[in-house]
């Protein structure tokens, strides 16, 4: 079983490219979700999704664009890179919750992407 | 909104000396609370977790961590580090029904000197 698998893991980019993070899961979990990390300030939402076809924005979300098509995957992009979006990415997925709790808030994390951005 | 603040930015210990990591959390209604724990190089994976019931909740690897509702506390404790327990803690919130936002600290290192 692979979990959450994220592509690719390294990448470096000049001020102003794009590029699209992947982010795939084998576990039929209907939330995913992608943060940042970055030093001293732990890891931060960018966006979720509920669902196939959903997302919303999280506590960070300018300057990312997110789409949902298909269940196991949440693509997470960068129209025009800058340097501040330096840092690791983590997409993670969960599982509904228990009845009357939409989520369980057990997250399940891919081993991370580490972006540069020159 | 809730958040999530860890005490201690970096803590080094020595083998086999006890640890308590403190987190607290701001929201005045039912939340769930989870530690989180991030090996060097590695992905972030669930050390344990508290929807309700015992306050004190067991996790792997020896760790436990007591929940006090009055002081809006969630410390994580282990009687005896060993070196294999370097690594980064998160702790982390959700509210109750509603919510798809977990709220992460800002995170806690652990170095365990042999």
């Known amino acids: 079983n692979a979990g959450v698998t994220q592509t690719p893991k390294f990448r470096v980019l000049k001020t102003g490219q794009s590029m699209t993070l992947l982010c795939a899961q084998d576990m039929n979990h209907e939330y995913m979700y992608w943060y940042r990390q970055d030093p001293g300030m732990g890891l931060r939402l960018i966006h979720y999704s509920v669902g196939e076809g959903t997302t919303a924005k999280g506590e960070v979300p300018d300057g990312y664009n997110v789409s949902r098509l298909k269940k196991q995957n949440f693509l997470l992009g960068l129209e025009s890179a800058a340097p501040s979006q330096t840092s690791v990415y983590f997409c993670a997925s969960s599982k509904p919750g228990l009845a009357g709790i939409p989520n369980t808030g057990e997250l399940f994390f891919g081993e991370g992407s580490r972006l540069t951005v020159l | 909104a809730q958040s999530v603040s860890q005490h201690n930015h970096h803590v080094i210990l020595s083998e086999a000396a006890s640890l308590e990591l403190g987190c607290n959390y701001s929201?005045?209604?039912?939340?769930?609370l989870f530690w989180y724990v991030q090996y060097p190089g590695q992905h972030l994976q669930l050390l344990l977790k508290?929807?309700?019931?015992?306050?004190l909740v067991k996790g792997i690897k020896g760790f436990e961590a007591e929940f006090i509702k009055s002081k809006f506390s969630f410390n994580l404790r282990k009687p005896s580090v060993q070196w294999s327990d370097t690594a980064e803690y998160f702790c982390a919130v959700t509210t109750g029904a509603g919510s798809y936002q977990l709220t992460f600290g800002k995170g806690t290192k652990l170095s365990v000197i042999p």
């Open positions: 929201y005045g209604g039912t939340v769930n």
């Open positions: 508290y929807f309700s019931g015992d306050p």
